[in-house]
């Protein structure tokens, strides 16, 4: 079975920086972790909901939502099974449990949930003032 764990995370002062991973291990007996075409990262604040973040496709379209445009980066590196959030100038409301999530078998880059099949357990991003 595919599985997704993201690593990276910990706390922060305000205006430091950040580099998530979400890395896939196991596959589909269809095609493996390389049909995991794409990939995005989510967060969720205590009480608040899931917010979408960015997200990367197998072409390497990212995005990144506005309140992050600027500061956050998505990349991927295809060897490795991994995807990478870069987080930098990070501010005391960037706190939160971030997500990886990814798809199979699409060239979507999407920041709604329900697109993803596949997620990590969430690592944990404390930033402090």
């Known amino acids: 079975q595919v599985q997704l764990v993201e690593s990276g995370g910990g706390l922060v002062q305000s205006g430091g920086s950040l580099r998530l991973s979400c890395t896939a291990s196991g596959g589909t007996s269809a095609g493996g972790t390389s049909d995991l075409d794409t990939v995005a990262w989510f967060r969720q604040a205590p009480g608040k909901v899931r917010e979408g973040v960015a997200c990367?496709?197998?072409?390497?379209?990212?995005f990144e939502i506005g309140p992050v445009k600027g500061r956050f980066t998505v990349s991927r590196d295809y060897a490795k099974n991994t995807v990478y959030l870069q987080m930098n100038n990070l501010k005391p409301e960037d706190t939160a449990v971030y997500y990886c999530a990814a798809e199979e078998f699409t060239n979507y880059c999407s920041v709604v949930s329900t697109s993803y099949k596949y997620w990590g357990q969430g690592t944990q991003v404390t930033v402090s003032s």
């Open positions: 990367i496709s197998s072409t390497d379209n990212t």
